[in-house]
């Protein structure tokens, strides 16, 4: 077995059990701050919000700045530093008895949350760029089957085990993916050409905002959280007006996984198409695909609809995250790589943050049929985005940031 092969499925494994963390107590986060103390539920369901919350509010600051030190110093000192990092936050978790101290951990594991990023710009960089698409849609696998089984595998412990011994078993799992990471990863440590330039963030963000293509790649990456995540939220609710079931939380369960069986089965495909045909194109036709299959859960009227035209969705939105890393992997210079991923994961965040936000406010003031409406809008902007700015000249982005650079010595 090749190093780069080696490496990728040790990579998928690892992403998968971090995906999982990132998710596992969504099924009984409510029910743990519960057992802090004798709450009101307004009480609870506020800290909850906020301590969902903290983790993306961190990650979204500290992504790029993972990144920017492994392109420097190299990409497994990071994932070890991070993976035990997420893995040390989560084991304390499971010993804590108040809602501050929860708060403070989650908000520290979003610090060490560069391992995703650094995973994608790792297994990027080893890779072709006539193949990035097929690659990281491979790799989008792992972290949607974590994003997908990490609420099931999380809710499924703690009615088995309890809380405190979910925290320690998933801690442990991390661990595993941390020595996986120590023992089986080869990075072949790229050899820098003398005359390579070592640009500063203020230079690398400046770059971004100059480059167009880049700077609509991120803007569309938010745009897409905000989409997944806008309905997350009130989906349960959404589902018990579609059914008499009293296994509303069974069936809001089943309806939220249908988008990740999309999602997966579909990712790889979308990646090795856009190889193919080119990333652009791709892209575009994704966000028309997404927008055509939200805007009519809007009108359903049974739950089998629902979960149909979720499934559809996912389908969609599978290549989405593959693809938009693919297009970063073929325009970013390797010596910014993972700076870029790590943008790209910050704007991601984003969106994870804003979209609970936006879907609650626009439901409670129009209704949740409305957020089918809006979401769908946020997807045709995205395709208007991409349509436009493929139409606009090619820019390099290396040549952007030696411009930035003269300029800001010129000044």
Do not use: C
Request: aromatic share 14%; charged share 10%.
């Amino acid at each position: 077995m090749s190093i780069q092969k080696r490496n990728f499925i040790i990579m998928w494994f690892s992403i998968f059990l971090v995906s999982s963390t990132m998710t596992m107590i969504m099924p009984f986060l409510s029910l743990y701050i519960n057992t802090m103390g004798d709450f009101t539920d307004a009480y609870v369901q506020k800290w909850a919000g906020l301590v969902f919350g903290a983790t993306f509010v961190s990650a979204l600051i500290m992504s790029p700045i993972w990144g920017r030190i492994a392109d420097k110093y190299g990409y497994k000192p990071i994932l070890v530093i991070n993976g035990f990092g997420i893995a040390i936050s989560v084991f304390l978790m499971g010993f804590i008895n108040s809602v501050e101290a929860f708060f403070v951990l989650r908000l520290f594991m979003g610090v060490v949350t560069g391992f995703i990023p650094t995973s994608l710009a790792f297994i990027s960089s080893q890779t072709p760029k006539e193949v990035a698409g097929k690659t990281m849609g491979t790799l989008q696998m792992g972290s949607v089957s974590g994003t997908l089984f990490g609420p099931v595998i999380g809710g499924f412990m703690a009615d088995t085990f309890g809380f405190q011994y979910t925290f320690v078993i998933t801690a442990t799992a991390v661990s595993i993916a941390a020595f996986m990471v120590i023992l089986g990863i080869r990075e072949m440590r790229r050899v820098k050409p003398k005359d390579e330039h070592e640009y500063s963030r203020k230079i690398v963000v400046s770059g971004i905002f100059h480059h167009r293509l880049m700077l609509n790649v991120l803007m569309i990456s938010s745009l897409i959280q905000i989409g997944l995540f806008s309905i997350q939220p009130l989906l349960s609710l959404y589902v018990s007006h579609l059914t008499d079931s009293n296994e509303v939380a069974l069936l809001a369960g089943i309806t939220f996984s249908a988008t990740g069986v999309g999602s997966l089965l579909f990712a790889r495909i979308w990646g090795k198409l856009g190889d193919s045909i080119g990333y652009e194109k791709v892209l575009s036709t994704l966000l028309l695909i997404a927008f055509i299959f939200i805007v009519p859960q809007a009108f359903v009227t049974e739950l089998w609809q629902l979960m149909v035209l979720r499934f559809l969705f996912g389908i969609a939105s599978g290549g989405l995250i593959p693809i938009t890393t693919a297009l970063i992997r073929r325009e970013a210079p390797i010596e910014v790589q993972g700076e870029l991923m790590g943008y790209n994961t910050s704007f991601r965040f984003l969106g994870n943050i804003i979209g609970p936000m936006f879907g609650g406010f626009i439901s409670g003031f129009i209704g949740i049929s409305s957020v089918f409406y809006v979401t769908g809008a946020l997807f045709l902007l995205a395709f208007f985005i991409i349509y436009f700015a493929s139409k606009k000249p090619v820019q390099d982005f290396e040549e952007v940031l030696h411009e930035e650079e003269l300029h800001a010595k010129a000044h």
